[in-house]
């Protein structure tokens, strides 16, 4: 059973940083590629980056590329987020999410396990 827990949301003004964390309680973390999602108000969700079990492969959103960095520790059962140069568009609840059975898709139906989101809001 996977069961996800994000946490590191907070206000930031544009420009600044923030890093978001991820945390499965059980004991089959390396077993799922992780991904990031986010959804701002009035919109769909969509991706926002994802990693692959070991870490090997991320891949990224292009409107965040360059600006936000995924992370993984598969020791601490945690994946993160590294959110810099933010802006107001960045503007949303962010998601993580598990998925067994690929690399670390950027399609929101291949995930099977999700956390219950948590606030970013950047202010201009």
């Known amino acids: 059973q996977v069961q996800l827990v994000e946490s590191g949301g907070r206000l930031v003004q544009a420009g600044g940083s923030l890093r978001l964390s991820c945390g499965d309680s059980g004991r089959t973390f390396s077993s799922y590629a992780m991904g990031w999602f986010r959804q701002a108000p009035g919109k769909e969700r969509e991706f926002v980056a994802s990693?692959?079990?070991?870490?090997?492969?991320?891949y990224y959103a292009d409107v965040v590329k360059g600006r936000f960095t995924i992370s993984r520790d598969n020791a601490k059962n945690t994946v993160y987020l590294q959110m810099n140069s933010l802006k107001p568009d960045d503007t949303a609840v962010y998601y993580c999410?598990?998925?067994?059975?690929?690399?670390?898709?950027?399609?929101?139906?291949?995930?099977?396990?999700w956390g219950q989101g948590t606030q970013v809001t950047v202010s201009s």
């Open positions: 990693i692959s079990r070991k870490g090997g492969m991320t």
């Open positions: 999410a598990a998925d067994s059975t690929t690399y670390g898709s950027i399609r929101e139906y291949e995930y099977e396990y």
